[in-house]
Nanobody, 124 residues
Framework: VQLQASGGGLVQPGGSLRLSCEASGGTFNTYGWFRQSPEKEREFVAAVRSNDGHTLHADSVKGRFAISRDRAKNTVYLRMNSLKPEDTAVYFC????????????????????WGQGTQVTVSS
């Protein structure tokens, strides 16, 4: 199993980025994005259920970030708009074969596989 995350970089406040996570080597029904900065513990960002497309977003990113998936490509995206300096972190994608309830998708312990992380830096 491999989760390959990409798309991070340096962006100015108010800018946009799109992260991608390509999954291979298995069948996954729930995907998530989490982030971690030196000052904080790993926190939930967004998740999507592959079969029905139901999504969940953290309150801190609601209205600015959007998770989506392309089932044919086994790829999940995180579109990030109106980025703020506090969004600076390493972003990790995660996946599991289990089809979690929407409320359970925010728990990092419910994911079996993790990507290597991609750095997002929001700074002027």
């Amino acid at each position: 199993v491999q989760l390959q995350a990409s798309g991070g970089g340096l962006v100015q406040p108010g800018g946009s980025l799109r992260l991608s996570c390509e999954a291979s080597g298995g069948t996954f029904n729930t995907y998530g994005w989490f982030r971690q900065s030196p000052e904080k513990e790993r926190e939930f960002v967004a998740a999507v259920r592959s079969n029905d497309g139901h999504t969940l977003h953290a309150d801190s990113v609601k209205g600015r970030f959007a998770i989506s998936r392309d089932r044919a490509k086994n790829t999940v995206y995180l579109r990030m708009n109106s980025l703020k300096p506090e969004d600076t972190a390493v972003y990790f994608c995660a996946a599991t074969p289990r089809r979690w309830t929407i409320s359970a998708m925010s728990s990092s312990g419910n994911y079996d596989y993790w990507g290597q992380g991609t750095q997002v830096t929001v700074s002027s």
